[in-house]
């Protein structure tokens, strides 16, 4: 119970190269992290688009319009 097996080590190992590995890995992957936060919260406190203007009757040209016959 108090050795590490293979599995632990390897886990370890895959822990350190993402930390460690590299140059600014870690950091690059919480700067896309917070990035995306960013984003999601600029979305949900964003303006609502202004609701669309009433629709107005479209006017008929005189040659169009209803005649009554009497």
């Known amino acids: 119970m108090g050795s590490l097996s293979p599995w632990h080590i390897l886990l370890l190992a895959l822990v350190v190269l ?4 590299g140059r600014g890995k870690l ?16 979305g949900l406190k964003g303006e609502e688009p202004p609701p669309p203007p009433p ?7 005189e040659s169009e319009k209803d005649t009554v016959a009497h």
């Open 55 to 61: 629709a107005q009757p479209l006017a008929r040209p």
């Open 18 to 21: 993402l930390v460690f590995g």
């Open 27 to 42: 950091s690059g992957i919480m700067g896309d992290a917070a990035k995306g936060i960013r984003a999601f919260r600029d």
